[in-house]
């Protein structure tokens, strides 16, 4: 018996629709997700609503956010020019 793991963006849509661009950003966002079929991208599996909340089912990569990233390097919250063009790069 296989188990998998996925993960899921809550986003509350009463947050949503007091930003009009906000809203739009959203959308975009699950047309690239929907678009994307790369080895380097996450996948999204499918997408659902709820009446207080938009719900992205994605496919679970093991690792540590972004947030969680800088958190470790508290002393050191500034990316030299390296370490930035590394993350620029690997988030086109």
């Not at 629709?17 to 975009?28: E, G, P, V």
């Not at 991208?41 to 207080?52: D, G, Q």
């Not at 938009?54 to 002393?75: A, C, D, H, P, S």
């Amino acid at each position: 018996d296989d188990k998998y793991f996925y993960a899921m963006k809550c986003i509350k849509k009463s947050s949503v629709l007091n930003f009009n661009n906000r809203k739009s950003h959203i959308i975009k966002e699950q047309m690239i997700m929907d678009y994307l079929d790369h080895a380097f991208t996450v996948k999204l599996i499918n997408t659902y609503e709820t009446k207080k909340h938009i719900m992205f089912l994605m496919e679970n990569v093991e690792g540590i956010t972004m947030g969680e990233f800088l958190q470790i390097r508290k002393e050191n919250y500034y990316f030299n020019n390296i370490l930035t063009s590394f993350y620029a790069a690997n988030l086109i």
